[in-house]
């Protein structure tokens, strides 16, 4: 075959980077196998001579059917593809067992033996190791500056000790050189986070944030905290120049930072100023989350506004979001405000099944406080018994509310069944000092000092609640 030893260790060791002794295998593999093919076409030849007449002239017409220059091409061809599947290591087992392996070793020890081919005696057939992978470099470590590691520690140190004053002031005298400093907006967030922290020094992030603006790239979440911390403190002003900063910056800002701006509006009673938040956040692509609406619809109850409120409802419902009890409470204390007790009570009685839950108590509550205010207690009585019936635990304004108008309407025994109530089921703290003095007071007053007067302040004393010296004497000289 037109191939030599040499050409066939070449090409493997250049193909599979193998050793000396892996190439010089493969290359008795290879002779073995021309060995086999050579022999295979002479025995054919040897047999097709000897053969009877009727074979040897099937094996003619055979030829002259396909001719010589076919046959001679297509041991070309099947030579060539035997080479490249040597020279790939296709014809090679991945792993040989032992006995297999010594007799393949014998076997091209005889081959080479016959070629007149010296076999190497420290060569043997091995399993082909994948080409060794170079390491990768690993990605250099930035290093940090020796000024940029005593910032660090300086302002770590600040913030631990509680001293966010000479914090800031090292932030400030810093000035250009935060620009140089990896570290400076993880530090700044931190130092941001502290001061919002406290009220009484959310000052000090403003004037952090007016010191380091020029010199460090602020994140939503920085702008976020700083924001929140002007908005609790009611610096409506300052909230609204971060708020256009981020929008220089094209820094856009999230749900979380348009609701604490909401927020500080309703708290500062701007409800313009938040219905053109609202607005801008729906411009923007930003969807208001329920306490967003709560906060404008809170405003909108404050100021009494309910055609406002219920447009803002509206908007609500529609963006896709399900009002909730805090939702409902809002609405009845709108409606009990402006003395519309019949809106009131439709919402309380349709909202529950139209959206899918259950009223809590501070519904109950916000419709107790408005029949009271609005004179109906009797109805008030009876909202307080379905609270009771569906396991709602009145609260402090519920008690409150109920005393106050039991009382003015001169209802003693209504007021007396609710405080008993109250010390059955152990809600004894929730009754105000002031709605027991003043019970105290009128049974005195109508002659009910043994028989109401006394026994309450006797319990009272039990539970803990202080009555004033003049009223308690008050009572003792009326069962005297």
Partial sequence: LPISQTA????????HQLSPEQAAADTLCFQ??????????????????????????????????????????????TNFLLIRLLTTGRLLAPRLSKGKSDGLQKASALAAQKLGIEPDSSSSLR???????????????????????????KIRSLLSSGDLSAAAAAFQQAGQQLCEFDHAPTLLLQALKAFSGSEDRAGLAWDLYSGTKDHVEYSRAMYHVLVSALARQGDAERSDQVLRDMTLQNVMPDLATYSALIRGHVARGDLERSLQLLSQMQRRGVNPDLPAYHAV???????????????????????????????LATLIRLYGRCGDIGAALWSFTTFPSKYGFKVNTQVFAS??????????????????????????????????????????????????????????????????????????????????????????????????????????MNVQRSCQ
Avoid: H
């Avoid at 066939?8 to 193909?15: D, G, I, N, P, W």
């Avoid at 073995?32 to 009877?52: C, E, G, K, N």
């Avoid at 409120?309 to 009002?323: F, H, S």
């Fill in 32 to 77: 073995r196998s021309s060995v086999q093919i050579v022999a295979s076409i002479y025995l054919f030849v040897v047999m097709a001579s000897t053969a009877d007449a009727t074979a040897s002239s099937a094996l003619e017409t055979l030829w002259a059917a396909i001719g010589w220059d076919v046959l001679i091409v297509v041991f070309v061809v």
């Fill in 297 to 327: 619809l809170e405003a909108c109850a404050q100021r009494q506004m309910p055609t406002l409120t219920e447009q803002v409802l509206q908007d609500m419902v529609a963006a896709g979001i399900t009002p909730s009890n805090a939702t």
């Fill in 127 to 153: 399993q082909r190791q994948p080409p060794s992978r170079v390491p990768r470099a690993e990605p250099a470590v930035p290093t940090t500056s020796p000024a940029e590691e005593a910032f660090s520690k």
């Fill in 8 to 15: 066939v260790a070449k090409l493997s060791r250049e193909t």
């Fill in 367 to 472: 419709l107790i406080t408005a029949l009271v205010a609005d004179g109906d207690v009797a109805k008030a009585f009876e909202v307080y018994e379905q609270m009771t019936c569906e396991g709602n635990r009145p609260d402090a304004a519920t008690y409150k509310a109920l005393l106050s108008g039991s009382l003015q309407d001169g209802d003693l025994d209504a007021a007396s069944r609710l405080i008993d109530d109250a010390f059955c089921s152990g809600a004894s703290g929730l009754l105000a000092r002031e709605s027991i003095e003043l019970y105290l007071l009128q049974a005195v007053r109508r002659g009910r000092g043994p028989e109401l007067a006394a026994p309450m302040l006797q319990r009272a004393r039990q539970a803990s609640i202080f009555v004033s010296e003049r009223i308690a």
